[in-house]
C-alpha cells in the first residue's frame, strides 16, 4: 500500500469521565435516514432507543433520494430477474446470499412502509412502477414524481416521533465511538447546548450515511461527510470495498450554483443524452444506451466530454410528452425553471458527480461488524449487495432491509443477555494533547476542504492512474501531518480530520485495486482482471487502545 496512513491517537479529542455526563439507552443509533430510523422502528417499546442526528432529522442523503425504491411487485417480475439486474450491475463483487436476501425481502419492506402512510404513486389503483437503468423489468416505486425520499422520510419520521420508545437528538456530533475490552460501549458526543457528553449502550448501529462530500462534484448534502468511516477505523473496525465510489450520470451543470442531481428515471422514460453538437452518443458505447448500468453511462459521459472538449453534456427531453413529463417530474421542473431552463423543450446540461459510497464497514446478513457490539446499516456500510456498481434504485431498499436486519438481531442479542447492569467502563483520553488557539488558527478549515475536494475529483476520480493516485497520496499525506494532530473543539475540525482519514483510505484502496471493475476505472489498467475478484479490506490494528503506524490490508474473495 501506497505511503500508510498514520493516526496520531485513538479518539479525536480528550476526555475524562469524571468531568462530563453521562446517558444510557438499551439501543444507539447514530444517523437519522432511512437505515437508522428503520432501525429504530424495530426497537420494541420494552427497550429504549436512542437516534442521534448530525443535523435536523430530515437532513439526510435519504431525504434527497429521488428515484425510488427498487422491489419485485409486477406480476411479469421475478425475484431472479432483479437478483440476476443486481449481480449483472456488480461486475462480480456482489455477495450472492445477500443479493437474494435483499431481492426476497423488497416487497415485505415496500408494504410496511405504504401501512406506515408513505403515499407512492399510483395508476389506475395500484403502485406505478418505473424503469431505470440497469433492471430489466419496470419494478422502481416512487411518489411525488420526482420527490420518492422526502415523501418515505415524511412517513418513516412521523412514525419514529410517535414511538414513545425513540428519543432523537438533533443537530448532535457524534466525535468517536466509546471502546473497552473489544467491545463497543457508547460513543462520544457534543452538541451547542449539552457540551460534552458520554451515550452509553448496549449496542451501537452505526447509519450515518456517506461520503459524497469529499468531491467537488456530487449530489450529496453537506453532511455526506463520511464521519461514521472515520470513527469506525480508528475503532478497529474492518472496512471493505473503499476504492468504489459511485458516480451518478446526470449532475444539473450550472456554473456558480451548486450541484442537483437529476433521477435516472428521466432516462428511464426516454430521455437521451447528448453532446455539444447534438449527437446522441451513448449507442456508441453500450448496446443498452442512455438505460446502461450508472457506471458505464457515466464513464461514457466523461469520454464524450473529453473527447469534445466540453465541461458538460446534455440531457434531451425534448421528444417526450411535455404534459407527462411535467407531471413525472415535478421537482425537476421547478428546479430547472429557476435556472430558467425548460425541460420539455431545452437540453439541460449535465456532468457525473459522487453520488454513493459502496464502501464502508464490513458487515454479516444482520448488519453485524467486526467490532462486537457495533452494528452497521444503510451508506457507511459494506454488506455485499451492490459489488463493484450499486444498481439505480436498490440504496433505499437496502437501508429498509438492513434497518430491518439489524434491529431483529440487536433485540435478539439484548433478550439472551438480559437485564443491563448499568456500570461505566474505565475508558478515557485525558492524555490527549489540546492544540492551542494559535496552531488551530494556522489552517484555514474551508480552504482545506475546498482543496481536498478538489484533488479527489481530478486524482480519485471517475478515472484513475497510477500517477494521480501516488500523487494524491502525498497531497493528503501532507494535509494529514498537520491537520490530524491538533485537538479541535468544534465540528468544523472533527469533521476535516474525518475527511481527510476516509479521503486516504480511499486512496490506498485504489492504488491496490490494479484493474477496471464498476465505478473503479484505471486508465492504466483497462480491463477487468479475474484475479482481482475479490474484496480490499483494512483495518487499523489497535494496540493497547492506540492505532498502529498505518492501516493493514487484506482480501477477502467473493462467491462466484
Known amino acids: 500500500m501506497l505511503f500508510p496512513l498514520a493516526l496520531p491517537r485513538r479518539y479525536l479529542v480528550g476526555f475524562d469521565p469524571r468531568e462530563l455526563p453521562h446517558h444510557f439507552t438499551d439501543v444507539l443509533i447514530i444517523g437519522g435516514g432511512i437505515a437508522g430510523l428503520r432501525a429504530a422502528l424495530g426497537v420494541p417499546d420494552d427497550y429504549r432507543a436512542l437516534v442521534v442526528t448530525k443535523e435536523e432529522v430530515r437532513e439526510s442523503n435519504s431525504h434527497y433520494a429521488q428515484g425510488g425504491i427498487a422491489g419485485v411487485l409486477a406480476p411479469e417480475d421475478r425475484f431472479d430477474n432483479h437478483i440476476a439486474d443486481t449481480l449483472t450491475a456488480g461486475k462480480g463483487l ?3 446470499e445477500v443479493v437474494e436476501m435483499v431481492v426476497r425481502e423488497a416487497p415485505d419492506r415496500i408494504n410496511e412502509l405504504i401501512g406506515w402512510g408513505t403515499h407512492f404513486d399510483q395508476v389506475n389503483g395500484q403502485v406505478s412502477l418505473g424503469l431505470e437503468g440497469g433492471h430489466s423489468h419496470a419494478r422502481i416505486v416512487h411518489a411525488l414524481g420526482d420527490e420518492t425520499g422526502r415523501e418515505i422520510m415524511r412517513a418513516i419520521i412521523l412514525q419514529a416521533r410517535s414511538r414513545r420508545s425513540i428519543r432523537i437528538w438533533q443537530n448532535c456530533s457524534t466525535i468517536d465511538l466509546l471502546t473497552h475490552e473489544g467491545r463497543c460501549r457508547g460513543v462520544l458526543v457534543w452538541d451547542k447546548r449539552r457540551g460534552f457528553a458520554l451515550v452509553w449502550a448496549r449496542a451501537v448501529v452505526l447509519a450515518t450515511g456517506g461520503a459524497g462530500q469529499l468531491y467537488r462534484e456530487t449530489t450529496n448534502p453537506p453532511i455526506a461527510t463520511a464521519d461514521g468511516h472515520a470513527m469506525a477505523y480508528r475503532a478497529g473496525v474492518e472496512l471493505r470495498d473503499m476504492e468504489f465510489m459511485q458516480f451518478h450520470p446526470t449532475v444539473l451543470y450550472m456554473a456558480g450554483s451548486a450541484r442537483h442531481l437529476l433521477t435516472e428515471a428521466l432516462r428511464g422514460e426516454g430521455a437521451y443524452l447528448r453532446d455539444k453538437d447534438g449527437h446522441r452518443f451513448m449507442p456508441e458505447y453500450h448496446p443498452l444506451a442512455e438505460l446502461a448500468p450508472r457506471d458505464e453511462v ?9 473527447r469534445t472538449l466540453h465541461p458538460n453534456v446534455y440531457l434531451d427531453l425534448s421528444h417526450l410528452d411535455p404534459d407527462f413529463i411535467r407531471q413525472r417530474f415535478p421537482g425537476i421542473d421547478r428546479l430547472c425553471q429557476s435556472f430558467d431552463l425548460d425541460i420539455t423543450r431545452d437540453p439541460i446540461p449535465v456532468c457525473p458527480g459522487a453520488h454513493y459510497m459502496i464502501g464502508g464497514m464490513t458487515v ?9 457490539g457495533l452494528w452497521a446499516a444503510g451508506e457507511v456500510a459494506s454488506s455485499g449487495l451492490h459489488g463493484a456498481n450499486r444498481l439505480a434504485s436498490n440504496s433505499l431498499l437496502e437501508g429498509l432491509v438492513y434497518g430491518a436486519r439489524v434491529a431483529g438481531d440487536v433485540v435478539g442479542e439484548l433478550e439472551q443477555t438480559g437485564p443491563w447492569q448499568l456500570e461505566i467502563p474505565p475508558i478515557s483520553a485525558v492524555e490527549t494533547r489540546v492544540a492551542t488557539k494559535e496552531s488551530r ?5 474551508d480552504d482545506l476542504r475546498k482543496s481536498l475536494r478538489a484533488l479527489m475529483w481530478r486524482k480519485m476520480g471517475i478515472t484513475r492512474t497510477a500517477a494521480d493516485l501516488e500523487e494524491a497520496a502525498v497531497q493528503v499525506d501532507h494535509w494529514c501531518r498537520y491537520v490530524l494532530p491538533p485537538v479541535f473543539d468544534d465540528p468544523a475540525g472533527w469533521t476535516m480530520q474525518n475527511m ?5 483510505l480511499m486512496i490506498a484502496a485504489a492504488s491496490e485495486r490494479k484493474e477496471s471493475r464498476g465505478v473503479h476505472s484505471r486508465s492504466d489498467f483497462p480491463a477487468a482482471d479475474p484475479a482481482w475478484s475479490h474484496h480490499i479490506s483494512m483495518q487499523c490494528p489497535i494496540d493497547q487502545g492506540l492505532p498502529s503506524a498505518g492501516p493493514s490490508t487484506k482480501r477477502s474473495r467473493a462467491e462466484p
Do not use: V
Open 298 to 306: 457515466s464513464l461514457a459521459i466523461a469520454r464524450q466530454m473529453a
Open 441 to 445: 488558527a494556522r489552517i484555514d478549515l
Open 364 to 372: 454479516d446478513t444482520s448488519g453485524r461488524s467486526s467490532l462486537p
Open 94 to 96: 456482489c455477495e450472492p
Open 500 to 504: 481527510l482519514i476516509t479521503a486516504r
